[in-house]
């Protein structure tokens, strides 16, 4: 069983909202609780970036420059599950987004490096 398993990715026109989840399993779930949960993403011919972060208990939300005040990170531990909700999109929000649990506090989450597991990525595509 996949430790991270993302969904919710589609197609959205610009000005759009679109939620995005990732479920935990195995021993990613079995220590869910007690980690950082992050989203990452990565256009094509770019670089992977941050986009947001909660910490393990909930709280402590740090977002990426470019999406802070339209995307909201949430964390549901008793079902192991950690939401994106995404607002105002834009053409340049079209990316795969990949969940990942990492020991980092959230403030220090956009080490990709010290990510402890990744899930497989979900697409997310913005029309103009």
């Known amino acids: 069983q996949a430790p991270l398993v993302e969904s919710g990715g589609g197609l959205v026109q610009a000005g759009g909202s679109l939620t995005l989840s990732c479920t935990a399993s195995?021993?990613?779930?079995?220590?869910?609780?007690?980690?950082?949960m992050a989203w990452f993403r990565q256009a094509p011919g770019k670089e992977r970036t941050f986009v947001a972060a909660?910490?393990?208990?909930?709280?402590?939300?740090t977002y990426g420059d470019s999406v802070q005040g339209r995307f909201t990170i949430s964390r549901d531990n008793a079902k192991n599950t950690v939401t994106l909700q995404m607002n105002s999109l834009k053409p340049e929000d079209t990316a795969v987004y990949y969940c990942?649990?990492?020991?980092?506090?959230?403030?220090?989450?956009?080490?990709?490096?010290?990510?402890?597991?990744w899930g497989k990525g979900t697409l997310v595509t913005v029309s103009p």
């Open positions: 990942a649990q990492t020991p980092r506090p959230s403030t220090a989450a956009g080490n990709s490096r010290a990510v402890l597991y």
């Open positions: 909660i910490s393990r208990g909930g709280g402590g939300e």
């Open positions: 195995a021993v990613a779930g079995h220590i869910f609780s007690t980690y950082t």
